[in-house]
């Protein structure tokens, strides 16, 4: 969730807040209005990822790079396995983004040709390596992975790579998309952004994704599963864990089809975001450099979401009859006035978020130094 780049795209940050936003509605609000966000918010994350991790790549500097990405990954590990063990509601996402933010640190120094095969055998492959590893787990899934389920090691490491609700085998697909398309459609040098590219981009994927799931249904004489698939949608229930889903497409359904689907999905928002602030009146608006500012602030919002939970439950106790996007509504309010009251009265570079701060901090002491350093909290660039 935190950003590589040393100089940000706004419309990237615009995006993560807006990922943001949809994992508060995931987390608080549910039915139809998680059903309608798919899994696309908490894709996005992951797709950014590979996206800031590009955008901060610096050719000159490759062992820093690299030493800043395991650092990064790091922090999220620690604050992820941290947030799991406070039990909430949130399957926390944390942990599977270090294991994206680490290939991706892999990724960034690697020619567009090999990542381009190293993504689609991810694609295409992982769905059914995560399918054997699960059926080889012994013990109970869990959501999420935190301290204490390290204790086992290797039921925590088998059940972060192949059973929560982002195996990190297949998320790590997105990452790798988000490194192609900041090389294909994001600012460059003197190149500008290239949204209608990123969304053309996007469309072909999910057209694939969807077409290629009911051709192989059709191709494999299973188009009854179409309706297993619709009706686990309309009910937000799940499939069976079995090699017959591996050819569908629903929401945090570890199959290639669904990668393509959500990984589709993801591009055409953020190609919708760097759209609308290429427009200097939208780009320099109050609510879209608030929002800008909370999406540089990530790792610290998701984290002070989360910590509100517990308090969220005993306030639902009390007023059982409270509307859930009441309580959303609340939760981007307070998440709202205690970062951008953060961002708005302390000095750089404790102004980039307390989380943000802490992990520059620790990607400073890693990195040696060598010429003029940049000055810290470097402007936007626009998209």
Do not use: K
Request: proline share 7%; hydrophobic share 55%; aromatic share 4%.
């Amino acid at each position: 969730m935190t950003s590589a780049s040393p100089s940000r795209v706004a419309a990237v940050d615009v995006a993560r807040c807006l990922a943001l936003l949809g994992i508060l509605v995931n987390h608080l609000v549910g039915g139809l209005a998680s059903a309608v966000l798919w899994d696309v918010h908490a894709v996005l994350f992951a797709v950014l990822v590979g996206v800031g991790a590009q955008l901060g790549w610096s050719a000159h500097r490759r062992g820093s790079t690299a030493r800043a990405g395991l650092v990064r990954a790091g922090a999220l590990a620690v604050v992820g396995l941290t947030l799991a063990d406070l039990g909430t509601r949130a399957a926390i996402v944390l942990v599977p983004l270090a294991v994206v933010t680490v290939v991706v640190t892999w990724a960034v120094r690697r020619t567009t040709r090999v990542l381009l095969g190293v993504t689609a055998s991810v694609a295409l492959l992982a769905p059914l390596v995560a399918h054997l590893g699960r059926r080889g787990l012994a013990g109970r899934w869990l959501p999420d992975v935190g301290w204490s389920d390290l204790l086992d090691p290797s039921h925590a490491l088998s059940t972060a790579a192949f059973a929560t609700s982002y195996p990190a085998v297949l998320w790590t697909a997105y990452g790798l998309l988000g490194v192609l398309a900041a090389r294909a459609s994001l600012p460059d040098g003197n190149r500008p952004a290239r949204p209608a590219a990123l969304a053309l981009a996007g469309l072909s994927l999910v057209l694939v994704g969807r077409v290629g799931s009911i051709l192989a249904l059709v191709l494999t004489r299973r188009t009854a599963l179409l309706e297993a698939e619709r009706r686990a949608a309309v009910e937000a229930s799940s499939l069976p864990d079995d090699v017959d889903r591996l050819t569908l497409v629903g929401a945090y359904l570890p199959s290639t089809p669904s990668l393509l689907v959500s990984g589709g999905l993801a591009l055409l928002v953020l190609a919708g975001v760097i759209a609308l602030c290429r427009r200097p009146r939208v780009r320099e608006s109050a609510l879209v450099r608030g929002a800008a500012d909370l999406g540089s602030m990530t790792l610290s919002a998701y984290t002070l979401h989360v910590l509100l939970l517990p308090g969220t439950e005993r306030v639902l106790e009390a007023h059982p009859g409270l509307g859930p996007w009441w309580l959303w509504a609340a939760h981007v309010t307070i998440i709202a006035v205690v970062l951008l009251t953060w961002r708005r009265t302390l000095p750089s570079p404790l102004s980039s978020g307390p989380l943000e701060w802490a992990t520059r901090r620790a990607v400073a002491a890693v990195t040696p130094r060598s010429g003029r350093s940049p000055a810290p909290g470097p402007p936007r660039r626009p998209a």
